[in-house]
């Protein structure tokens, strides 16, 4: 069964932390996504990555990187935390083939205080 | 810059009754159109993905539809259940320039089936 895991559901940081937000799938997909979700916004893409070392900003990459050192792991870091940033965020990951479905995580609820 | 619109951003409707989730998109270049559910505090399910030949896809009671000239899908549920009840959203794959491979969501339609 496909599976796209993220390791945490739940964090709470304080503002000026450095958060890392872990993300894996096990369908040896190229591509991951990073989007975050909020009310009245929908989902937006903040970066994502066509290859193992290679990524793409999104639409609001500012206050956001990422590093993907191994195909399977995607993982997107707070560098420095900040309230604007408490939010849902949701990985995802699509191969080039099956019809190019995407398959998303859980979700990761971030509150920063 | 594509744009995704659904309409209505909410329903609620009865058990049994059969219902029409609507999307709409600016730029008909797509690659292809997704209709995911999102349950509270989860993340999203893809349902059907329609390819930008095809017309329609169907599973169970679900029937996707996708006029790519007119810049529309319809997500068609039959004989709705409780169970039913999440959010629906539309995704469409960009197809060309620098947005190739992008996806562009809706913001969805939040759908309660009451018993």
């Known amino acids: 069964d496909v599976k796209v895991t993220q390791s945490s559901r739940y964090l709470v940081k304080r503002t000026g932390e450095k958060v890392f937000l872990e993300c894996v799938q096990d369908m040896d997909h190229e591509n991951m996504f990073w989007y975050r979700q909020d009310p009245g916004l929908g989902l937006r893409l903040i970066y994502f990555s066509y290859d193992v070392k290679m990524k793409e900003k999104g639409d609001i990459p500012e206050g956001y990187s990422v590093s993907r050192e191994k195909k399977e792991r995607f993982s997107l870091i707070l560098e420095s935390a900040s309230t604007n940033q408490t939010s849902m965020y949701l990985c995802?990951?699509?191969?080039w083939g099956e019809g190019n479905t995407i398959y998303f995580g859980e979700g990761s609820w971030l509150t920063v205080v | 810059k594509q744009e995704v619109t659904q309409i209505p951003a909410a329903l609620s409707v009865p058990e049994g009754e059969n219902l029409v989730l609507n999307c709409s998109f600016t730029?008909?270049?797509?690659?292809?159109l997704q209709w995911f559910r999102q349950d509270p505090g989860k993340g999203l399910t893809s349902l059907l993905l329609i390819q930008s030949s095809q017309r329609e896809q169907t599973s169970g009671r679900l029937n996707a539809s996708l006029d790519k000239s007119s810049g529309r899908s319809t997500l068609y549920i039959a004989a709705s259940q409780p169970g039913d009840s999440a959010t629906y959203l539309c995704?469409?794959?960009?197809?060309?320039?620098?947005?190739?491979?992008?996806?562009?969501f809706g913001r969805g339609t939040q759908l309660t089936v009451w018993p």
């Open positions: 995704a469409v794959k960009a197809d060309r320039g620098s947005t190739l491979g992008r996806l562009y």
């Open positions: 730029d008909s270049a797509i690659y292809n």
């Open positions: 995802a990951s699509r191969g």
